[in-house]
């Protein structure tokens, strides 16, 4: 099916900025949309900022000003660029995907999810 790997989460100060990307790989046909959601401690998972084939963006309000979602359709990849960071965004981050993928001579719908990557901001 799809993998997904992310990359680029760390420890950062208030105010500072990380970069998240997720690299999705194998018998893709297409990707349609993409996301990254965040969960923290005793929280609910909730989505952070979407964006489709075409680059349409969908952004969580905490997330609006502050956050820039990107995808390279070539590389399959997606972005998140994080400026202007709270201690209120430390939380683990997952990226999505949503498509569908190539199964022999058919095909089929996938959605699949990475294994996380932790941000972790300080005051």
């Known amino acids: 099916q799809v993998q997904l790997v992310e990359s680029g989460g760390g420890l950062v100060q208030l105010g500072g900025s990380l970069r998240l990307s997720c690299a999705a790989s194998?018998?893709?046909?297409?990707?349609?949309?993409m996301g990254w959601y965040r969960q923290a401690p005793g929280k609910q998972r909730e989505l952070v900022a979407a964006?489709?084939?075409?680059?349409?963006?969908n952004y969580a309000d905490s997330a609006k000003g502050r956050f820039t979602i990107s995808r390279d359709n070539a590389k399959n990849t997606v972005y998140l660029q994080m400026d202007s960071l709270k201690p209120e965004d430390t939380a683990i981050y997952y990226c999505?995907?949503?498509?569908?993928?190539?199964?022999?001579?058919?095909?089929?719908?996938?959605?699949?999810w990475g294994q996380g990557t932790q941000v972790t901001v300080s005051s």
């Open positions: 999505n995907a949503e498509g569908t993928v190539v199964l022999g001579t058919d095909w089929d719908y996938f959605g699949s």
């Open positions: 194998g018998n893709i046909l297409r990707i349609n949309a």
């Open positions: 964006i489709t084939s075409g680059s349409s963006t």
